[in-house]
């Protein structure tokens, strides 16, 4: 199976900062990389897709960047409603995995 | 507008069995695979299953190969997977999610709770 790092798993930062997470995999996934966003008490949300591909509808200030086995996503000039759990996901392969996930909270 | 209701979560003892279901709407489902996705409480994700758009080809997870089995009705768009052999490392929220057609899933139910206690 592949393994997902994700890193930091806690993020602390302040409305208007740019903010990066990382994730690595245990193996190449040339792009098939997905960045989720997760509310308590809520479904995750699609965000990104192969790696850069943002979705539909998300605001521009979320992107997310690589390829091979090292991501990054990266949020710049936080909002308020950005105060979330964050999550990549590989689908290269089966099984699909998951990064552990970052809380990103209000310094 | 894609919606996705998952049901039959439930407190169910060690050892027992539970059927989930899913209602699937706003999307032509039978052209699309299905995931379930899992996450215990307070804890992260995890993919469980996937079957593709005519059932005819399914995939797991190790934790759960064996004992889950994923299913689907195109005539009632509905997805459902029933569950054996539990313990307490099955106790999660259970989300389905829609594929997108490329692999990645673009749309999640709100999930529905399984318990398993004695």
């Known amino acids: 199976d592949i393994q997902m790092t994700q890193s930091p798993s806690t993020l602390s930062a302040s409305v208007g900062d740019r903010v990066t997470i990382t994730c690595r995999a245990s193996?190449?996934?040339?792009?098939?990389l997905a960045w989720y966003q997760q509310k308590p008490g809520k479904a995750p949300g699609l965000l990104i897709y192969?790696?850069?591909t943002l979705e539909s509808g998300v605001p521009s200030r979320f992107s997310g960047s690589g390829s091979g086995t090292e991501f990054t996503f990266t949020i710049s000039n936080l909002q308020p409603d950005d105060f979330a759990t964050y999550y990549c996901q590989q689908y290269k392969t089966y099984p699909y995995t998951f990064g552990q996930g970052t809380k990103l909270e209000i310094k | 507008e894609v919606q996705l209701v998952e049901s039959g979560g439930a407190v169910v003892q060690p050892g027992g069995s539970l059927r989930l279901s899913c209602a699937a709407s706003?999307?032509?489902?039978?052209?699309?695979?299905i995931h379930w996705v899992r996450q215990p409480p307070g804890k992260g994700l995890e993919w469980v299953s996937l079957?593709?758009?005519?059932?005819?080809?399914?995939y797991y997870a190790d934790s759960v190969r064996g004992r889950f089995t994923i299913s689907r009705d195109n005539t009632k768009n509905s997805l459902y997977l029933q569950m054996n052999s539990l313990t307490s490392e099955d106790t999660a929220l259970y989300f389905c999610a829609k594929d997108s057609g490329y692999d990645y899933l673009d749309y999640w139910g709100q999930g529905t709770l399984v318990t398993v206690s004695s």
């Open positions: 079957i593709i758009w005519d059932g005819s080809s399914t």
């Open positions: 706003g999307f032509t489902f039978d052209d699309y695979s």
């Open positions: 193996q190449s996934l040339s792009s098939w």
């Open positions: 192969k790696a850069s």
